[in-house]
């Protein structure tokens, strides 16, 4: 036993990259202006999105942590918060808010407006951190469009966030092609961890879905 642990820390000091903790953020900040009214307070099986993504991440990480303002449940009241970035605005006021508060941690990102998030999909994502990788934004198509959110972003991409904040131009589409920032291509029966709702009509559609599969017979 002593031997294993022995050459388990040799093994983590050749490879220090995964000495770095990862931690869960969830972003909450959004407006809901398509939604009209908090997406992360909607509620599913008697628990909000807010709720089920916590409990999603949890395992995966060594602390969860909101990013964003707004109402949250009572039950989560004890998870640290972090206001957005000030001056910035979308889901990079979130993620910088968060590096800069915590700067050797490495992250996971998910939004709040994500009901779908399976777990394979956050140990997928942890599986492809290797040395030199700053950040995985899925590619689903492998058709160049990026993933922000649900993804990892490691604490040595900051530079780079830092960069795109004080350009103006907020998108973290910018990111792509950036050293050290991969676009993995996740399985295809991952994909709908992808999957966001931004309108009445598409929480309806996905209600409707959910019944339908409930009523197939096995």
């Not at 909450?28 to 992360?40: D, E, L, V, Y």
């Not at 640290?80 to 990079?92: E, K, V, W």
């Not at 950040?135 to 972003?153: F, M, Q, R, S, T």
Request: charged content about 20%; overall charge negative.
């Amino acid at each position: 036993m002593e031997q294993e642990k022995l050459i388990s820390k040799q093994r983590e000091q050749r490879e220090p990259w995964k000495q770095a903790p990862v931690w869960g953020c969830i972003l909450i900040g959004g407006k809901s202006s398509r939604m009209g009214r908090p997406k992360h307070l909607i509620q599913e099986d008697e628990k909000t999105w807010l709720e089920h993504a916590v409990e999603t991440l949890n395992p995966y990480v060594e602390q969860v942590v909101l990013s964003g303002s707004g109402e949250i449940p009572e039950t989560l009241t004890a998870l640290p918060r972090i206001p957005d970035a000030p001056g910035l605005a979308g889901p990079l006021a979130g993620i910088l808010s968060v590096m800069r508060w915590q700067q050797t941690v490495s992250w996971l990102v998910m939004a709040c407006d994500q009901p779908d998030v399976q777990a394979e999909s956050l140990e997928w994502l942890l599986a492809q951190r290797k040395p030199g990788i700053r950040a995985v934004l899925p590619d689903l198509l492998g058709d160049g469009h990026l993933e922000p959110l649900l993804a990892w972003y490691d604490f040595r991409c900051r530079p780079q966030l830092e960069t795109i904040a004080a350009s103006g131009f907020l998108r973290l589409s910018r990111l792509a092609n950036q050293a050290g920032v991969y676009h993995f291509q996740p399985p295809q029966h991952l994909h709908s961890s992808w999957h966001n709702i931004n309108t009445p009509d598409q929480f309806a559609q996905t209600q409707q879905e959910a019944f339908r599969k409930l009523e197939k017979p096995c």
